[in-house]
């Protein structure tokens, strides 16, 4: 009971409650536990604002870079909002006693979504995976950021990108998602520093063979307001994410939702692009206002 008035509330309109914040990228640094000088100014480096500049200049045709942070999001507590008022309606699994039988027979078998507690352990966070570990280790490394008109990786240094995650002032930042660690020769080590949870063992894309296999495995670093628009993943598989470090907001909608009516598109606001920040914001709360809670077969949750 207590979950479901706490699901209404989030799915009521939170822009009543917008109020405005302090930008200071100083502390985001810190909080991110970044060291180096370049993060102890109060603006972006010349080099990296370049860089920036160009990759979302050919990221997004459709807009100019100058037009990204139109609407100030930065400015507020959008994400503070959506995440202390997430309602959670996904089921807990502890991975440590959860056995692949149980996990398959309940979960796997129903295409029930769950989250695995204890998990995070498969990846050694403190001594590769922390912000300061990752910028040591891969700063002068491009990856991708994003892909052009034509289909064209667009890939960039993490130096530029880490500068980005600290100063930017966008709506939705770039978001990076690289797809293809395994064709980066200096990034190919990240493969071996973590292990596949025990209930994914199985590698099934290997049956299509190597020429045909899509993407599937994946290496993702989101500014604040980053994020995908909602979309069915590669041969409509599921994958299994483990989000190392901040918060990651999720909404997964049961397969016999049509996609006309998940996409949300008529509550895209006026003036405003498809995009994730968007769709948690104003779209989704609009779209269950629409349907109906009850209606409308979705798990919302962090
Ligand atoms: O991190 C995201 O925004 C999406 C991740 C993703 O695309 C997926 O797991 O399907």
Same mark, same amino acid.
């Given at each position: 009971?207590?979950?479901?008035?706490?699901?209404?509330?989030?799915?009521?309109?939170?822009?009543?409650?917008?109020?405005?914040? $302090?930008?200071?990228?100083?502390?985001?640094?810190?909080?991110?536990?970044?060291?180096?000088?370049?993060?102890?100014?109060?603006?972006?480096?010349?080099?990296?604002?370049?860089?920036?500049?160009?990759?979302?200049?050919?990221?997004?045709?459709?807009?100019?870079?100058?037009?990204?942070?139109?609407?100030?999001?930065?400015?507020?507590?959008? !994400?503070?909002l959506l995440?202390?008022? !997430?309602?959670?309606?996904?089921?807990r699994i502890d991975y440590l006693t959860?056995?692949?039988?149980?996990?398959?027979?309940n979960y796997e078998s129903k295409n029930k979504p769950c989250i695995f507690t204890n998990s995070a352990g498969n990846f050694n966070i403190e001594k590769y995976w922390t912000f300061q570990q990752i910028y040591n280790r891969y700063k002068d490394i491009s990856f991708k $950021?994003?892909?052009?008109?034509?289909?064209?990786?667009?890939?960039i240094k993490l130096k530029y990108f880490f500068e980005y995650l600290v100063?930017?002032?966008?709506?939705?930042?770039?978001?990076?998602?690289?797809?293809?660690?395994e064709d980066i020769k200096e990034a190919r080590k990240m493969i071996e520093k973590y292990e596949v949870p025990k209930y994914f063992r199985e590698d099934l894309f290997q049956y299509i063979g190597e020429r045909k296999r899509p993407p599937y495995r994946w290496f993702l670093i989101g500014p604040e307001r980053s994020g995908t628009t909602v979309h069915i993943d590669p041969l409509q598989t599921s994958a299994w994410n483990t989000?190392?470090?901040?918060?990651?907001?999720?909404?997964?909608?049961?397969?016999?939702v049509p996609k006309s009516v998940v996409k949300a598109k008529k509550f895209i606001p006026a003036g405003e692009e498809d995009d994730a920040i968007q769709y948690? !914001?104003?779209?989704?709360?609009?779209?269950?206002?629409?349907?109906?809670?009850?209606?409308?077969?979705?798990?919302?949750?962090?």
């Open positions: 009971m207590e979950n479901q008035t706490n699901s209404n509330y989030y799915y009521n309109d939170l822009s009543s409650k917008v109020k405005e914040v $302090v930008f200071d990228p100083k502390s985001k640094a810190k909080k991110l536990g970044l060291k180096s000088d370049r993060f102890r100014e109060s603006r972006m480096g010349s080099s990296a604002s370049e860089v920036i500049y160009d990759a979302k200049q050919r990221d997004r045709t459709y807009t100019k870079p100058e037009q990204w942070g139109k609407s100030n999001y930065y400015k507020t507590n959008w !994400c503070q995440l202390e008022n !997430c309602p959670d309606e996904i089921d959860t056995t692949p039988e149980y996990f398959v027979e $950021v994003g892909e052009d008109d034509k289909g064209k990786k667009i890939r100063y930017n002032t966008d709506d939705s930042p770039l978001y990076m998602f690289e797809s293809a660690i989000s190392l470090q901040g918060y990651k907001r999720w909404v997964l909608f049961d397969p016999n948690f !914001c104003k779209m989704l709360p609009k779209l269950v206002q629409e349907e109906g809670r009850e209606n409308l077969e979705a798990i919302n949750t962090l």
